[in-house]
């Protein structure tokens, strides 16, 4: 899909302040808003495109399917195994989280 189709759907989800959008991270799960991102210190390239939990001081390992934890991953879309689900201009990146 084209960004401009993306940016509609998410104005449509969550409404017109980007900082409020949620994305899902494809390995873990973990929803997060672009605002905790920033809370995270993350760079603003990171939104939908790596879970929230690399910019976490406590975080489970990415794809470590015997930590229980309700908590975020250091999954990076940038890494060997890209499973971000949606393309937006030839980049994966993350689905909405609603």
Not at 69 to 88: A, D, M, T
Request: charged share 25%; glycine share 8%.
């Amino acid at each position: 899909m084209n960004k401009e189709t993306w940016l509609s759907q998410g104005k449509t989800l969550f409404g017109e302040n980007v900082m409020n959008w949620k994305f899902k991270c494809p390995c873990c799960g973990h929803i997060a808003t672009a605002e905790d991102y920033k809370k995270a210190n993350a760079p603003s390239s990171a939104v939908a495109f790596s879970c929230v939990g690399r910019w976490m001081p406590v975080h489970k390992e990415a794809f470590d399917d015997k930590d229980k934890r309700n908590i975020p991953c250091n999954y990076s879309g940038g890494g060997l195994l890209n499973i971000n689900p949606v393309i937006v201009d030839d980049r994966k990146v993350f689905e909405f989280g609603v």
